[in-house]
C-alpha cells in the first residue's frame, strides 16, 4: 500500500519557481492496478518520480505499507521503473539486463539464471536473450524493459508512458499484456499515461490530475459518467456542456426541458453547468423532447456523430453507433429533430 | 554599409533558388584561394619532409643528398644519451598520463551532467589553469617552486618531472572525458540506482563501459603532450634528467648531423600514430 | 488525515543537495590538489619571489625589494646611477609585440584561403583535407622547429638551391634574425589559424552568397561585403589563438633567433641562468601572464557574443 501524504515539489525559485505538485494526497491499495491520468506538464511523471525516491519532495511524505520511505535513496526502495524511454543498457544483452537488479540484490547465480528464464517466458523474448539490446524493435525493447523492472519482484511498479512509443495495434496488445502481467505478478502497478482510453481501459483506478494537483480519484466508471468537475469531464470522453438552472433534484435546461437529477454535494440551486454524453442522446420517437436542427453529420466508421444547434444555440453532439446495411441513417442538414436524452443522462458539474 | 549590405543578402537569400549557377561558374571558388591554399599546404608539409628525408642520407649534410642509408637511426639507437632520454621520456608520460587520466576522470564525473553547483565554475577554471597560462610561466613558477624545495631537501629524483607533467597532462585528459561524458545522458545510470545499484556499482557496471572511449583518448592525448613538452622539462629537470626533446634541444648548441633528424622522425610517425589513434577514438560515436 | 510532518519545507531537497555537492568535490579533489600544488600554487609563490632580492648566486634573499618589478622597465645606470629606460627590455617587448602581430597577420593571409577550400570541398574530401592540416599540429613543436632551421640554415636546402641555380653568390642571412623568428612562428601555429576560421566558414549559409550574385555582386566583392564579416568571429577566434602563444613562444625563437634576438620568454629564461636576477623574471613571467589573460578574456567575451548572436 502506498500512501503519498501532502506532497508538494517546486523546481527553480524566486521567480522562475514552478510548483509541479501541489499538496497531493492519494492512497494506492496492494494489487491494484492505479493510473496518473492528466495532460502534460500536470506533474504525473513528478509524482512518479517522488514515489521511485529520484526526488525528494519539498514537502510531505511517502510511505510503503506503513513504513516512511521518503528519506530511502532508489537503491533501497522495493520499487522499480519502467522508463518512457526504456533506458536499456546497450553494452549488455537482453538476459543481462533483466538479471541486472538481481544481481544488485546479491542473489546466488542460480537464483538468477532461474528467474531470468522466468522473465524472458512471461514476455516472450526467449528467442532474444542473447541480443543486444539495440537489435531489437521498439516493441521487444519496451517488454524487455518491462521484465527487467519485473525480475527482482518488486512491491510496485512504476510505468512512465510505457506505450507512448509504440503505434496503434501494438499498443492496444501491450495494454492487454499489461493488465494480465498485474493480474499474475499481483504487484502494485502505477500508470502514467496521457490517453484517456487507455486509462479507462487498464485501470482499476484512475486519478486525474491538472497543474500539479489531483482533481477527481475513482473507477473508470465513476470517472466517466459522474466527473466531478468541468476539465475531468472534458478530459475523458467526448462532452457536451449545457447551461441549466437546478432547483432541487430537477434541472430545466436552457435549451428546454425538466429533468431529473442527482445532486451532488456543495452545489446551490440556481445557474449551473450540466454535461450530457454524445451517446447518450437519441432521436426521439413520438416528435417530444429537445427542439434541435441538425447542422452536420459526420461518418466515422462505427458510428456516426451529428452536431446539432439547440434552441439556446448552443450546440451539441449526438453519436449514434451504425447498423449494418445503412438502416436507420441520420436525416440530413437542416433538417428539424427531436432529441431524446437517456434517463440520468444528465450530470450536473461542480464548478 | 556592410551590415545594409549583408540584411540585404539575407532578404535575397530567404527566396528559394536552385543550388547551382550556370555551368562552370563555381561559387564556392575565389579567385587566387585555391592556389595559395595548395600552396600553404605543401609548405606546411616541405620542411617535415625534407627532414625525414634527410635522416635516410648516406652523407652527414643536411641538404646534401648522397644516397640511402639507415645509418643515422643506427647511431641514434646505439647512443646512450638517446637511449636513457627516450626511456625516461616514456617512464615520464607513462606515470603522468595515468595518474592525470584517473585524476581527470574522477573530476570530469564530478563537473559533467549537473546543474551548477558552489564552486563548479571554481573547479573548471582550476581544471583548464594549464591550458590558460604560457608553458614558459608555469615552468618558472615550478622552477622556483622545486628549487627551494631542493635546497631544502637536497631531494633531486624524478618526482619533481612527474609531478610537473602530471599536473600539465590532467586538463589535456579532461577534455576528451568531458566530451564523451557529456554524450551521455543520465537515464542509464538513474535505472541502474532504480534496480537496487550503489554508486560505485553504478560506476563500474554502466558508467564506466560507455565511458572507456573517452578516458582512453584521454590517456592518449596527455601521453603525446607529456612526451612532447620541452619547456617544462626544461626548466624542471635536474642535471642529467634529459628527456628525448631536452636533449636534442641540447644537441642543437653543436654540430648538427641528421642524428638529430633520425630522432626527429621517429618522434614524428610515433606522435602520428597516437594522434590518428585519438581521432579514431573520439570520431566514433558507439 | 496528514498530520504535521517530520520535514520542513525543502529539508530533504537541502540534504540531498549538499550531499551531492561533497560528494562531487570529494571526486575532484585528487585533481584539483595536484594542480594548486604544481600549476596555480607556484604562480603565487612566483608572486612572492618578484618582490624579493636576487641572490648573489642565484635564487633569492628574502628580503623586500620592489627593484624586481622596477627593472623590468627601467635601470640604473652603472656610472652615474639615474634612472632610465631599460631599453634591452622595451626593445624585446617590442619585439615580442611585433612579432606575433606579425605571425597573426601571415597566418591569416595564409591560413584564410586553406580553411576556404577545406570548407569548400565535397563532404568526403573535406575530413581528408583537415586531417592533413591537423597532423603537423600536433607533431612535436621542437621538431617542427628543427624542421625549419634545417631549411634556412646557410648550409640548408633554400641557400643551397639558389646557390646551385646562380640566383645568389653567397648565402642569405636567414637565422637568427627576426625573419627567422616569423617565419617558424607562422609556420608552426598556422593550423591554429585554420581550424576557427574553417568551423566558421562551415557554418556559413552558401544561399547568402548566392543571393549576392544574384544582385551583380562579382566573386570578390560577395567576399568583402557578404562573407568576411559572416566569419569575423572565426577570424578573431583564430587570431587570438595565434597572437597568445606567438607571445608566449620559448622553444622557437630561442632556435631560430639565437642569443641577440630574444623574446619575452627567452628574456625571462636569461633571468634564471647568465642573468641571476629571479625576482626580475618572475616579475616579467607575471607581466607576460597579464598580457595573455587581457587577450584571453577578449577572446572569450568575442565567442561568447558569437554565441549570444546566434
Known amino acids: 500500500m502506498i500512501e503519498i501524504e501532502n506532497a508538494t515539489k517546486t523546481f527553480g525559485s524566486g521567480d522562475a519557481a514552478f510548483t509541479a505538485l501541489s499538496d497531493v494526497s492519494v492512497t494506492i491499495a496492494n494489487n491494484e492496478f492505479f493510473t496518473l491520468l492528466g495532460p502534460s506538464g500536470c506533474g504525473k511523471t513528478t509524482l512518479l518520480r517522488l514515489i521511485a525516491g529520484f526526488e525528494p519532495p519539498t514537502m510531505g511524505a511517502i510511505k510503503l505499507d506503513g513504513k516512511d520511505i521518503t528519506r530511502l535513496p532508489p537503491n533501497q526502495r522495493p520499487v522499480n521503473t519502467v522508463f518512457q524511454s526504456y533506458a536499456l543498457f546497450p553494452h549488455m544483452s537482453v538476459a543481462q539486463n533483466i538479471a541486472f537488479g538481481l544481481q544488485m540484490q546479491g542473489k546466488s547465480k542460480s537464483e538468477v539464471a532461474a528467474t531470468v528464464d522466468e522473465m524472458l517466458?512471461?514476455?516472450?523474448?526467449?528467442?532474444?536473450?542473447?541480443?543486444?539490446?539495440?537489435?531489437?524493435?521498439?516493441?521487444?525493447?519496451?517488454?524487455?524493459?518491462?521484465?527487467?523492472?519485473?525480475?527482482?519482484?518488486?512491491?510496485?511498479?512504476?510505468?512512465?508512458?510505457?506505450?507512448?512509443?509504440?503505434d496503434l495495434k501494438l499498443r492496444k496488445e501491450m495494454q492487454i499484456e499489461l493488465k494480465r502481467l498485474q493480474h499474475e505478478t499481483g504487484i502494485t502497478f502505477v500508470f502514467v499515461t496521457h490517453d484517456q482510453e487507455e486509462?479507462?481501459?487498464?485501470?482499476?483506478?484512475?486519478?486525474?490530475?491538472?497543474?500539479?494537483?489531483?482533481?477527481?480519484?475513482?473507477?473508470?466508471?465513476?470517472?466517466?459518467e459522474s466527473p466531478a468537475e468541468r476539465f475531468v469531464a472534458n478530459f475523458i470522453g467526448e462532452s457536451n456542456f449545457l447551461n441549466a438552472t437546478l432547483s432541487g433534484e430537477t434541472v430545466t435546461l436552457a435549451a428546454g426541458g425538466d429533468y431529473a437529477v442527482k445532486r451532488p454535494d456543495g452545489v446551490h440551486d440556481g445557474t449551473v453547468s450540466v454535461l450530457v454524453r454524445p451517446e447518450h442522446?437519441?432521436?426521439?420517437?413520438?416528435?417530444?423532447?429537445?427542439?434541435?436542427?441538425?447542422?452536420?453529420?459526420?461518418?466515422?466508421?462505427?458510428?456516426?456523430?451529428?452536431?446539432?444547434?439547440?434552441?439556446?444555440g448552443e450546440e451539441i453532439k449526438a453519436r449514434f453507433s451504425n447498423a449494418p446495411n445503412g438502416d436507420g441513417a441520420l436525416p440530413g442538414k437542416g433538417t428539424h429533430v427531436s432529441l431524446a436524452l437517456a434517463p440520468g443522462a444528465i450530470t450536473v458539474l461542480r464548478d | 554599409m556592410v551590415e545594409a549590405t549583408t540584411t540585404q543578402v539575407e532578404q535575397s537569400a530567404a527566396k528559394p533558388r536552385p543550388k547551382r549557377g550556370p555551368k562552370g561558374y563555381s561559387l564556392r571558388t575565389l579567385p587566387g584561394f585555391t592556389f595559395v591554399a595548395l600552396f600553404t599546404m605543401i609548405v606546411l608539409y616541405a620542411p617535415i619532409s625534407i627532414l625525414v628525408i634527410f635522416s635516410f642520407n648516406e652523407g652527414d649534410s643536411l641538404a646534401i643528398w648522397e644516397g640511402f642509408s639507415l645509418q643515422w637511426y643506427a647511431k641514434a639507437a646505439a647512443n646512450e644519451q638517446v637511449q636513457e632520454a627516450a626511456i625516461r621520456s616514456l617512464y615520464l608520460a607513462f606515470i603522468a598520463s595515468t595518474i592525470g587520466t584517473i585524476a581527470a576522470t574522477m573530476a570530469a564525473l564530478a563537473t559533467t551532467r549537473t546543474r551548477r553547483f558552489t564552486g563548479k565554475t571554481m573547479i573548471y577554471a582550476l581544471i583548464n589553469q594549464p591550458l590558460m597560462v604560457p608553458e614558459i610561466v608555469t615552468a618558472v613558477a615550478l622552477l622556483i617552486v622545486f628549487a627551494a624545495i631542493k635546497v631544502?631537501?637536497?631531494?633531486?629524483?624524478?618526482?619533481?618531472?612527474?609531478?610537473?607533467?602530471?599536473?600539465?597532462?590532467?586538463?589535456?585528459?579532461?577534455?576528451?572525458?568531458?566530451?564523451?561524458?557529456?554524450?551521455m545522458d543520465n537515464s542509464l545510470e538513474t535505472a541502474a540506482r532504480d534496480l537496487y545499484a550503489s554508486a560505485w556499482q553504478t560506476f563500474r557496471m554502466v558508467?564506466?563501459?560507455?565511458?572507456?572511449?573517452?578516458?582512453?583518448?584521454?590517456?592518449?592525448?596527455?601521453?603525446?603532450?607529456?612526451?612532447?613538452?620541452?619547456?617544462?622539462?626544461?626548466?624542471?629537470?635536474?642535471?642529467?634528467?634529459?628527456?628525448?626533446?631536452?636533449?636534442?634541444?641540447?644537441?642543437?648548441?653543436?654540430?648538427?648531423?641528421?642524428e638529430v633528424n633520425a630522432i626527429s622522425t621517429v618522434i614524428l610517425f610515433s606522435g602520428a600514430i597516437l594522434v590518428a589513434l585519438f581521432f579514431r577514438l573520439t570520431q566514433r560515436k558507439g | 488525515m496528514a498530520d504535521t510532518h517530520a520535514y520542513r519545507s525543502g529539508e530533504l531537497e537541502q540534504e540531498a543537495e549538499l550531499a551531492d555537492t561533497r560528494q562531487r568535490w570529494l571526486l575532484s579533489l585528487p585533481?584539483?590538489?595536484?594542480?594548486?600544488?604544481?600549476?596555480?600554487?607556484?604562480?603565487?609563490?612566483?608572486?612572492?619571489?618578484?618582490?624579493?632580492?636576487?641572490?648573489?648566486?642565484?635564487?633569492?634573499?628574502?628580503?623586500?625589494?620592489?627593484?624586481?618589478?622596477?627593472?623590468t622597465l627601467v635601470q640604473r645606470d652603472i656610472f652615474d646611477d639615474t634612472l632610465m629606460w631599460a631599453d634591452a627590455?622595451?626593445?624585446?617587448?617590442?619585439?615580442?609585440?611585433?612579432?606575433?602581430?606579425?605571425?597573426?597577420?601571415?597566418?591569416?593571409?595564409?591560413?584564410?584561403?586553406?580553411?576556404?577550400?577545406?570548407?569548400?570541398?565535397?563532404p568526403g574530401r573535406r575530413e581528408i583535407w583537415l586531417f592533413l592540416v591537423t597532423v603537423p599540429f600536433w607533431s612535436n613543436l621542437l621538431v617542427r622547429t628543427i624542421a625549419i632551421q634545417e631549411l634556412i640554415r646557410n648550409e640548408g636546402v633554400i641557400n643551397l638551391v639558389l646557390l646551385k641555380i646562380g640566383i645568389i653568390t653567397e648565402p642569405i642571412q636567414m637565422m637568427f634574425t627576426d625573419f627567422a623568428i616569423a617565419f617558424g612562428m607562422t609556420y608552426v601555429y598556422l593550423p591554429l589559424m585554420v581550424l576557427p576560421i574553417y568551423a566558421a566558414i562551415e557554418k556559413l549559409d552558401f544561399r547568402l552568397v548566392e543571393a549576392a550574385h544574384d544582385l551583380y555582386a562579382s566573386r570578390m566583392a560577395a567576399f568583402w561585403q557578404v562573407i568576411l564579416p559572416l566569419i569575423k568571429p572565426g577570424i578573431i577566434a583564430g587570431s587570438i589563438l595565434v597572437f597568445i602563444p606567438s607571445l608566449g613562444a620559448y622553444v622557437t625563437p630561442r632556435v631560430l633567433g639565437g642569443g641577440k634576438n630574444l623574446m619575452f620568454g627567452n628574456l625571462i629564461e636569461l633571468q634564471f641562468g647568465a642573468g641571476r636576477n629571479w625576482p626580475l623574471g618572475a616579475a616579467l613571467s607575471l607581466m607576460l601572464m597579464a598580457a595573455v589573460m587581457v587577450a584571453l578574456i577578449y577572446y572569450v567575451r568575442v565567442t561568447s557574443r558569437e554565441k549570444a548572436d546566434g
Not at chain 1, 517488454?143 to 519482484?153: D, S
Not at chain 1, 413520438?286 to 439547440?310: D, F, K, Q
Not at chain 3, 594542480?35 to 623586500?64: H, R
Request: include cysteine; hydrophobic fraction near 50%; proline fraction near 6%.
Open chain 1, 281 to 312: 442522446i437519441g432521436l426521439s420517437a413520438n416528435g417530444s423532447g429537445l427542439p434541435a436542427t441538425i447542422e452536420n453529420v459526420v461518418y466515422s466508421g462505427e458510428a456516426t456523430v451529428a452536431h446539432l444547434a439547440l434552441s439556446s
Open chain 2, 207 to 258: 558508467t564506466l563501459p560507455n565511458m572507456w572511449p573517452g578516458i582512453i583518448a584521454g590517456m592518449m592525448l596527455s601521453f603525446v603532450i607529456s612526451l612532447d613538452t620541452v619547456v617544462i622539462t626544461e626548466f624542471v629537470k635536474s642535471a642529467g634528467q634529459d628527456t628525448l626533446p631536452t636533449y636534442m634541444l641540447g644537441q642543437l648548441r653543436r654540430v648538427v648531423t641528421p
Open chain 1, 121 to 166: 517466458r512471461l514476455v516472450r523474448m526467449e528467442p532474444m536473450r542473447d541480443r543486444r539490446t539495440s537489435e531489437i524493435s521498439g516493441g521487444q525493447q519496451q517488454r524487455v524493459a518491462l521484465a527487467r523492472a519485473l525480475a527482482p519482484h518488486p512491491e510496485v511498479l512504476l510505468l512512465d508512458e510505457p506505450l507512448s512509443a509504440l
Open chain 3, 89 to 122: 627590455h622595451l626593445s624585446i617587448f617590442w619585439r615580442s609585440f611585433s612579432l606575433s602581430v606579425i605571425t597573426t597577420v601571415l597566418t591569416l593571409i595564409f591560413g584564410l584561403p586553406t580553411a576556404w577550400f577545406i570548407a569548400t570541398q565535397p
Open chain 2, 152 to 183: 631544502a631537501t637536497g631531494h633531486n629524483s624524478m618526482i619533481y618531472l612527474i609531478v610537473a607533467h602530471t599536473a600539465f597532462c590532467i586538463p589535456f585528459a579532461y577534455l576528451p572525458i568531458r566530451a564523451r561524458l557529456e554524450t
Open chain 1, 199 to 224: 486509462a479507462l481501459t487498464m485501470s482499476d483506478r484512475v486519478a486525474v490530475m491538472s497543474a500539479g494537483k489531483i482533481l477527481q480519484i475513482g473507477r473508470p466508471r465513476d470517472i466517466y
Open chain 3, 31 to 71: 585533481a584539483v590538489v595536484i594542480i594548486m600544488l604544481f600549476a596555480a600554487g607556484p604562480l603565487l609563490v612566483m608572486v612572492v619571489y618578484s618582490f624579493l632580492t636576487p641572490g648573489d648566486f642565484g635564487n633569492v634573499k628574502w628580503e623586500f625589494s620592489l627593484d624586481g618589478w622596477k627593472n
